[in-house]
């Protein structure tokens, strides 16, 4: 598409939630500019028995064996990460990948169609938004988490916690794997939780 640089958060793709981390992202270039960043490349080859492998690609030596002065570092869990999605990614391949995107793009889409209708709360996303959105709740979000909490419902991010000018906003985001029951079930709790 034309882009020089390409970067990603990668915990969507294959990585459970770690309360927090570890994570990782992506990072790539056109192939020209490709010797001009630092760290570790993954490139693409073939073994003995003509078997597709990956391996790091231009890693200078200093990464490896001069640690003190090498540009980039990896540690384990960062690598257990990468391995993690590289099989999520596989398995899916390209066709899965894009089954995945319209799942969530879909059923978000769906879930804030659904909050619209109850009374008081309003979708504020005004622009396309792929599976995260903001609604605009009618009472106090903390006292609307902790009753959905009890039916087993982790309801979202009271974006108020971090700005003073998000009062009772929630950020909801959805994924492939929740049901349309799970997001009528969400809904029905919201309208319940508000007594609505």
Not at 17 to 43: A, C, D
Not at 93 to 114: M, N, R
Not at 151 to 165: C, R, V
Request: with cysteine; aromatic share 8%; hydrophobic share 35%.
């Amino acid at each position: 598409m034309g882009a020089d640089f390409i970067i990603g958060e990668g915990q969507s793709l294959g990585l459970p939630l770690n309360f927090g981390g570890p994570y990782l992202g992506f990072f790539t270039t056109r192939k020209e500019l490709i010797r001009k960043i630092s760290g570790r490349i993954v490139g693409e080859t073939e073994d003995e028995d003509g078997k597709r492998g990956y391996v790091l690609t231009l890693t200078a030596r200093e990464q490896h064996i001069r640690r003190g002065k090498a540009t980039s570092n990896i540690c384990t869990n960062q690598g257990l990460n990468a391995l993690a999605v590289a099989v999520y990614l596989s398995l899916l391949g390209k066709q899965g990948l894009s089954e995945v995107a319209k799942q969530c793009f879909h059923k978000a889409h769906y879930a804030a169609s659904q909050i619209e209708k109850i009374k008081g709360f309003t979708v504020l996303n005004e622009h396309p938004f792929f599976n995260e959105f903001v609604i605009q709740c009618p009472s106090d979000v903390n006292k609307i988490q902790s009753s959905l909490l009890e039916k087993g419902i982790l309801a979202g991010y009271n974006l108020e916690s971090d700005f003073s000018s998000r009062k009772n906003q929630l950020l909801i985001a959805t994924t492939e794997q929740l049901t349309r029951d799970d997001i009528d079930f969400f809904v029905n709790s919201l309208r319940e939780a508000t007594n609505v």
